[in-house]
């Protein structure tokens, strides 16, 4: 069990940061025994019990004092260096004279920012930032676009899990992954445009002439696409005469190849509510081109047909953002539709504001998934995990993480395929390692000329599913994160060969269930892994309210091998490319190829 010492202001970020890092913690009782104490407040009770203490600030406290310690404060955002791990820390930074260990240091030049102290009694962690105004600088604000690849919060909670495997401390975690998968996929579009028809000689029609003419040229000069998308464009803006006069199909309309390409994978469309209708932004109009030129009602069948095949539809917001009366407006909009009270939202050009998260849900918005980047790609928020955002009780936040016109627009990324996919690789490679769901905007209008991206979202759709992956509609994500935030510890007991553990939470839903992740000392940790991500147990967990889970002789030994070894070993086809875990001793291939249909280990044991 943690336990919490923090400043008056951080309560909210603390309660949020543990349902980031779903383990058993409370704040801090006098009397209780505890196996870790994360401190940020600058007044530490002298008479607290426990094994260790984990002190972040960045300023000098009473106790550096009593340590020998001296601080020195730093400016602000500085780059840290935890082993391999780079990341960022956006508020103040302390250095220390060297003393005890260091084991954080500044980015490139001399400076301790983390010492580990230890005697008998206890082991002391000393860091010199304030994690959770870093943990709720990242959920509120975000990373500015240049550190978008770099999961910053998910670094913070394995810097700290790595502190307690270090003081040998067993604990017990809800891993943000569900059983037998690496991580989460959901794919979105935010339908702009359903066809091309609707625009005559307006700014997006003369748009499309000249990049289907003279851009989409001078990217086949220089080699940045295949001549024959070029002939593909030209094809397509000779022909518009001919959609005009509905003698030809109008190539915008593409609900038919997205379900064709995605099968049964479930995607979420987000769809404008209104015609004609910009919106505002800071009190005066919305650029023109803002607004929709289709209404939502004439296309009712086509949104009751991605229904029936298993797509979600949301709400494409114009004005919902701004309060809750809009919000309701324009959710009703949806509502009407598809018949559905929980409705989902993504705002049009990513237009927010701190108060927007109330306003959806008080207009009772299940979740938002607008948090990400129009000129970048990763992780704005720092995690890979559906959060709930500040201001907000009820209403989760999907950040958004790879959308297509971020990578591909000239005045954006302005990046090549080849780019892009190596960007999109990276981000793959954090969520296969942290766990979390990657949610990926892929426009209506981007598999038709002039964009033909329809190439590079199969190839980015294989890359995927390369790993283990559920896929859901954005509904669907949130509510298995709803449901592993409702879990709850009542009873963790850990001794040598067992933990015994009483929980709650929802009762099984058809959803992959959650995994209660074991961390015990005598897991060998592995010697090949990157040094943040110590080896575990999995178990899954199906609503059994009372459970004790032995340590068998076959888990005495935990080792971890690249997934390639791991594939070679097990003798199955899969292949990721992170590290993974598996049992050394006894643990058969059946578990590899069970897992990966979401066994039970419970039944195994
Ligand atoms: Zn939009």
């Not at 003419?213 to 022909?239: D, M, P, Q």
């Not at 199909?249 to 004609?276: A, C, H, I, V």
């Not at 009820?394 to 960007?423: C, G, V």
């Not at 060998?524 to 990157?530: D, F, L």
Request: aromatic fraction near 12%.
């Amino acid at each position: 069990m943690i336990g919490v010492v923090s400043q008056d202001t951080e309560g909210a970020a603390v309660h949020e940061f543990f349902q980031l890092f779903k383990t058993p913690w409370e704040f801090l009782v006098l009397d209780h025994d505890y196996d870790l104490v994360i401190a940020t407040s600058v007044e530490i009770p002298n008479k607290l019990s426990a094994k260790a203490i984990a002190i972040y600030s960045s300023v000098q406290i009473g106790l550096d004092h009593v340590l020998g310690i001296s601080a020195q404060r730093r400016g602000r955002a500085e780059w840290l260096q935890w082993g391999g791990i780079r990341f960022p820390v956006y508020g103040d930074v302390s250095i220390f004279q060297p003393c005890g260990q260091p084991f954080i240091q500044l980015k490139g030049e001399p400076g301790a920012v983390g010492l580990h102290l230890a005697d008998s009694a206890r082991q002391i962690f000393r860091i010199g930032y304030d994690l959770f105004q870093e943990s709720s600088f990242l959920l509120s604000t975000g990373q500015p676009a240049e550190n978008s690849h770099i999961p910053t919060l998910e670094m913070h909670i394995a810097l700290l899990r790595g502190c307690m495997v270090n003081a040998e401390i067993p604990f017990v975690e809800i891993a943000p992954v569900p059983t037998g998968y690496d991580f989460m996929a959901c794919l979105t579009h935010d339908v702009d445009f359903v066809g091309i028809r609707d625009h005559k000689c307006d700014h997006t029609m003369w748009g499309f002439v000249y990049r289907g003419l003279v851009r989409s040229l001078l990217n086949a000069l220089a080699g940045r696409i295949a001549w024959s998308k070029y002939l593909h464009n030209v094809k397509a803006v000779f022909s518009l005469p001919l959609v005009y006069l509905g003698l030809r199909d109008d190539f915008w309309l593409e609900f038919d190849r997205y379900m064709q390409m995605e099968k049964s994978l479930g995607s979420t469309f987000f769809l404008l509510p209104f015609k004609n209708v910009p919106g505002t932004w800071e009190s005066r109009p919305a650029p023109k081109r803002r607004a929709a030129k289709y209404d939502f009602t004439e296309i009712k069948e086509q949104v009751l047909e991605l229904i029936r095949n298993g797509c979600e539809v949301g709400l494409h917001g114009i004005d919902a953002w701004q309060n809750s009366q809009t919000a309701l407006v324009e959710v009703g909009r949806i509502r009407e539709v598809t018949k559905h009270s929980e409705v989902g939202a993504r705002m049009h050009w990513l237009y927010f504001a701190e108060g927007s998260p109330k306003a959806l849900e008080d207009a009772g918005c299940a979740y938002d998934s607008t948090f990400g980047y129009n000129d970048a790609i990763g992780f704005r928020a720092g995690t890979t995990q559906v959060f709930c955002p500040v201001g907000a009780y009820n209403l989760l936040e999907l950040p958004l993480n790879i959308q297509d016109t971020a990578m591909f627009y000239p005045r954006r990324l302005n990046l090549s395929e080849a780019q892009a996919l190596e960007s999109c690789k990276q981000l793959i490679q954090s969520t296969v390692l942290y766990g979390g769901v990657l949610t990926v905007n892929w426009h209506t209008r981007s598999l038709s000329p002039e964009r033909l991206w329809g190439d590079f979202y199969a190839k980015l759709l294989k890359e995927i599913q390369t790993h283990r992956v559920w896929f859901g509609t954005a509904g669907q994500i949130v509510k298995w994160f709803r449901k592993r935030r409702n879990c709850h510890f009542d009873l963790v007991e850990f001794s040598e060969n067992n933990v015994h553990l009483k929980l709650r939470g929802p009762l099984p839903d058809g959803q992959p269930s959650v995994v209660l992740r074991i961390h015990h000392p005598r897991f060998t940790s592995c010697t090949t892994s990157p040094a943040h991500m110590p080896a575990y147990m999995d178990i899954p967990w199906r609503g059994k309210h009372e459970l004790s889970i032995a340590f068998c002789e076959r888990f005495a030994a935990v080792v971890c091998l690249p997934s390639k070894a791991r594939a070679r070993v097990c003798g199955t086809p899969f292949v990721s490319c992170t590290w993974s875990f598996f049992f050394a001793k006894s643990m058969p291939m059946e578990y590899e190829q069970r897992s990966r249909m979401g066994p039970s280990l419970t039944n195994i044991l």
